[in-house]
């Protein structure tokens, strides 16, 4: 697999934290082994009833939310370039007896490997900032939706990134919600179990809610909505509170938190 050199810093990155992620309880593994599903009330509700699709994950760790759609009916396919996460993947998939396809591959080559369309393609959380390039990224997502079939993305909202995620008592700009150079971020605690600082640091882009939305359109899908919510599924940034639902909030909702994008293959 010859992948773009800017991101193998971020594969040594991604095949570290398979373990990590594994053992961390927000991942909620020994929960998922006793027949939890891992996705949020937010794709399930905008996605609906996948049962008797195919659908493909894209970005898909090592396939917790792949198989969560699985057990709601879908006939799945999870696609990541981390071999450690495609590995750990397959061995849930095994020993779960939860039929799942799992593809090792760069989403830029995506296509030489997966010679076919979906009912939905799917992707979540954590997922643009790993793409150096949108318009590919949209372009190749469109081109796996079937005529009539279904894009969707929650994603973290493309705001959120340009402020501090450390600064303990407020939003804090880090940098332009408009910069398009790539970021190189060193080695630090892991978001999901912050005793653990991993070893291998990242390379990153931002993208802006419009750029995101524009290469979605410029690949020939119709946008069906674009919500902006409040809300986020982790603890984002140190001043943020858990309310009853589960959802993290920053008091008063001074930002949208999380962007959900369902578009169309006409
Ligand atoms: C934050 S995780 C996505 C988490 C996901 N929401 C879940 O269910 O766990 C980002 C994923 O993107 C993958 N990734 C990053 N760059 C990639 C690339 N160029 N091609 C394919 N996968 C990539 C990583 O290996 C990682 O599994």
């Given at each position: 697999m010859t992948i773009d050199e800017r991101v193998l810093p971020n594969l040594a990155h991604w095949n570290e934290r398979v373990a990590i992620h594994m053992a961390a309880r927000s991942y909620r593994v020994a929960e998922f082994r006793a027949g939890a599903n891992t996705l949020f009330p937010i794709e399930r509700e905008e996605l609906g009833d996948v049962s008797g699709k195919s659908l493909l994950h894209l970005q898909c760790h090592f396939g917790l939310d792949t198989?969560?759609?699985a057990r709601l009916g879908a006939s799945v396919t999870g696609?990541?370039?981390?071999?450690t996460a495609i590995a750990a993947a397959r061995k849930l998939s095994t020993e779960l007896k939860i039929p799942a396809a799992f593809v090792c591959s760069d989403i830029y080559r995506a296509p030489e490997v997966l010679k076919r369309q979906f009912d939905i393609v799917f992707t979540s959380y954590g997922v643009l900032c790993w793409l150096p390039d949108l318009k590919r990224w949209a372009q190749?997502?469109?081109d796996f939706v079937e005529r009539?079939?279904?894009?969707?993305?929650a994603e973290f909202h493309p705001l959120t990134q340009s402020y501090d995620n450390d600064n303990p008592r407020e939003l804090k700009s880090r940098i332009s919600y408009f910069e398009t150079a790539m970021q190189e971020f060193g080695p630090g605690p892991d978001y999901a179990d912050h005793s653990v600082t991993s070893s291998h640091g990242s390379r990153e882009w931002m993208y802006t809610t419009g750029g995101v939305i524009t290469a979605l359109i410029d690949a020939g899908l119709r946008l069906d909505f674009v919500h902006e919510h409040p809300v986020c599924c982790f603890q984002m940034f140190p001043f943020m509170e858990q309310y009853a639902d589960g959802w993290w909030r920053i008091k008063g909702d001074p930002i949208p938190l999380t962007l959900s994008i369902r578009a169309r293959k006409p």
């Amino acid at each position: 697999m010859t992948i773009d050199e800017r991101v193998l810093p971020n594969l040594a990155h991604w095949n570290e934290r398979v373990a990590i992620h594994m053992a961390a309880r927000s991942y909620r593994v020994a929960e998922f082994r006793a027949g939890a599903n891992t996705l949020f009330p937010i794709e399930r509700e905008e996605l609906g009833d996948v049962s008797g699709k195919s659908l493909l994950h894209l970005q898909c760790h090592f396939g917790l939310d792949t198989m969560s759609w699985a057990r709601l009916g879908a006939s799945v396919t999870g696609l990541d370039f981390s071999d450690t996460a495609i590995a750990a993947a397959r061995k849930l998939s095994t020993e779960l007896k939860i039929p799942a396809a799992f593809v090792c591959s760069d989403i830029y080559r995506a296509p030489e490997v997966l010679k076919r369309q979906f009912d939905i393609v799917f992707t979540s959380y954590g997922v643009l900032c790993w793409l150096p390039d949108l318009k590919r990224w949209a372009q190749i997502a469109a081109d796996f939706v079937e005529r009539g079939g279904v894009f969707y993305i929650a994603e973290f909202h493309p705001l959120t990134q340009s402020y501090d995620n450390d600064n303990p008592r407020e939003l804090k700009s880090r940098i332009s919600y408009f910069e398009t150079a790539m970021q190189e971020f060193g080695p630090g605690p892991d978001y999901a179990d912050h005793s653990v600082t991993s070893s291998h640091g990242s390379r990153e882009w931002m993208y802006t809610t419009g750029g995101v939305i524009t290469a979605l359109i410029d690949a020939g899908l119709r946008l069906d909505f674009v919500h902006e919510h409040p809300v986020c599924c982790f603890q984002m940034f140190p001043f943020m509170e858990q309310y009853a639902d589960g959802w993290w909030r920053i008091k008063g909702d001074p930002i949208p938190l999380t962007l959900s994008i369902r578009a169309r293959k006409p």
